[in-house]
């Protein structure tokens, strides 16, 4: 006498059970995948973060070297240096008549700063550009005139 019933069952059963086996790893292979995903843009906001940051640090040192030497009287002068990079990138920073500019690494920053006239070889010009690892030297000249001049050598490109 035979019975078929029961070892079908067995067979049946060993295949629920590796169905089950599979689908539960597909399951945790999904959550770790959904959870290396949040780690890496934790890790990329956390990097964005610290490079805003750089930039605003240095936006807010150069700022305040300008309004220093605005507020002070004519003649005085102050030397900056500016980093080569800033998050690994080169950048340019606009001077206008009352604000400055970040450019760099595919990001802005803006400042303001004392309202004065700026000048560059004796001439009223709109704009001032300074470049990353560049020596500057701030003067102050009669009637809130500015100049930034470079000193030394430029590198600029």
Do not use: C
């Not at 843009?41 to 040192?61: F, G, K, M, P, V």
């Not at 300008?66 to 990079?85: C, F, R, T």
């Amino acid at each position: 006498y035979f019975n078929f019933h029961s070892n079908s069952i067995d067979m049946n059963n060993k295949g629920f059970i590796s169905i089950q086996y599979l689908f539960s790893i597909f399951l945790l292979i999904l959550i770790a995948i959904f959870i290396l995903s949040l780690s890496f843009n934790s890790i990329s906001s956390q990097q964005n973060i610290e490079n805003h940051l750089s930039s605003r640090i240095l936006l807010d040192a150069v700022s305040d070297n300008i309004n220093q030497v605005s507020s002070n009287g004519e003649g005085y002068s102050k030397e900056i240096k500016l980093p080569a990079k800033i998050s690994g990138n080169q950048y340019k920073i606009k001077v206008t008549k009352n604000s400055i500019v970040f450019h760099g690494g595919g990001k802005m920053a803006k400042n303001k700063i004392q309202p004065v006239i700026l000048v560059k070889d004796s001439m009223k010009v709109n704009e001032i550009e300074l470049y990353s690892g560049n020596n500057y030297v701030i003067r102050k000249y009669e009637d809130s005139k500015l100049s930034i001049d470079s000193k030394g050598w430029d590198n600029i490109g």
